[in-house]
């Protein structure tokens, strides 16, 4: 009996608009996919061959990384040990501009997804890939999809159009707190804005790391807009946003909130303590210190042990070997994270077959 490990982020790679998604999409989307030489629209900004989007055994003979079913079953069933996986597809239809082609296209991924990976593992699970530049189209997305129970979560981007917590998509939250759906931010971006807050940097050096910035800026628009406070049943889910960072911004939003906090009178606790609720980061990359003693103090000041959740990013080149469970956790936060925090946050999971 395999022990419940419940990987929350693997990628599923579409092999492209034409040669993989074109069989779900309606006949005006295949006709203009054909006709306008429609393809890869792959959602990254990282050269295809590049060590860091693809781990050297886990790249297939031909394709991208992540794009064979049965590597992928190798790779994060057999090699990693996880009893289930959660798909989050990266794919450019969470950023085209055109919102019934971006619309048309999660529905493709979507469909793709369940009809040719779901349905062939019962181990696998997927988050709704969703046009969130369009909130209504998002939202028939979620509640065409959330009568299959393996779709466990809402994918979203870091890096969109806005911050998450304007009131415009508070209706997308209305709908996936009704389904019990929590929202996947994931790390990526709909290339709408400069990744940082005064413009583009010159090397991916720079972008990878301004990635925790856009998370640290949803997490703050979250909180203060009040989306919490009106859907109080709501989770959030940070994914490859790095860990180490949360400590100190959890210490900096108290205590500008004990200054500023007339401004907002509806946020009447601290902000760290409404991150512990509603809030969950994915363990890969752990961007920790490298000795013990680091590592228990990051999670002494984090100070709780419900927010990570055991993820391996498979097949990104976050770490070496067969363990993907980061050195140095304590042995509670690690049971925790592979199975009771995956099931709290994404509920779910327990109720499919």
Not at 167 to 190: F, M, N, T
Not at 217 to 231: C, D, H, M, N, P
Not at 275 to 303: E, K, N
Request: proline share 8%.
């Amino acid at each position: 009996m395999v022990a419940t490990r419940i990987d929350c982020d693997i990628h599923p790679a579409v092999g492209g608009t034409r040669t993989t998604l074109l069989p779900y999409l309606d006949d005006h989307w295949k006709e203009q996919v054909v006709s306008r030489a429609i393809d890869g629209l792959d959602l990254t900004s990282y050269p295809p061959n590049m060590p860091l989007s693809g781990r050297s055994d886990w790249r297939p003979a031909d394709g991208k990384p992540g794009s064979e079913l049965a590597m992928v079953q190798r790779g994060a069933f057999d090699q990693l040990g996880a009893s289930h996986a959660i798909c989050n597809v990266l794919y450019g239809a969470q950023a085209v501009y055109d919102p019934y082609m971006a619309s048309a296209f999660c529905k493709a991924i979507n469909d793709w997804i369940a009809a040719e990976w779901l349905a062939r593992d019962s181990r696998l699970r997927a988050s709704i890939v969703v046009p969130m530049q369009a909130p209504d189209l998002a939202i028939e997305e979620i509640e065409r999809r959330a009568g299959d129970n393996r779709f466990v979560s809402v994918l979203v981007l870091a890096q969109g159009e806005s911050l998450l917590g304007r009131r415009h998509y508070w209706p997308v939250y209305q709908v996936a707190e009704k389904h019990r759906l929590p929202i996947a931010i994931h790390a990526g971006s709909q290339y709408r804005q400069a990744p940082s807050s005064i413009g583009w940097p010159s090397y991916r050096y720079e972008y990878y790391l301004a990635e925790a910035q856009a998370f640290q800026a949803q997490v703050l628009s979250l909180i203060y807009e009040g989306v919490f406070v009106k859907f109080p049943g709501l989770k959030v889910v940070l994914m490859e946003s790095g860990v180490s960072w949360l400590p100190a911004f959890m210490w900096r939003a108290n205590k500008t909130w004990r200054g500023v906090r007339v401004e907002v009178p509806w946020i009447d606790r601290e902000p760290a303590a409404i991150m512990r609720d509603h809030i969950r980061l994915t363990t890969q990359p752990f961007d920790s210190p490298p000795d013990a003693p680091g590592v228990a103090d990051i999670i002494d000041m984090i100070d709780s042990d419900k927010m990570l959740l055991f993820a391996s990013d498979y097949p990104h080149w976050q770490f070496d070997g067969d363990d993907a469970i980061p050195p140095h956790l304590p042995p509670s936060i690690v049971s925790r994270m592979c199975a009771d925090n995956p099931l709290e946050t994404f509920p779910r999971l327990s109720l499919a077959a």
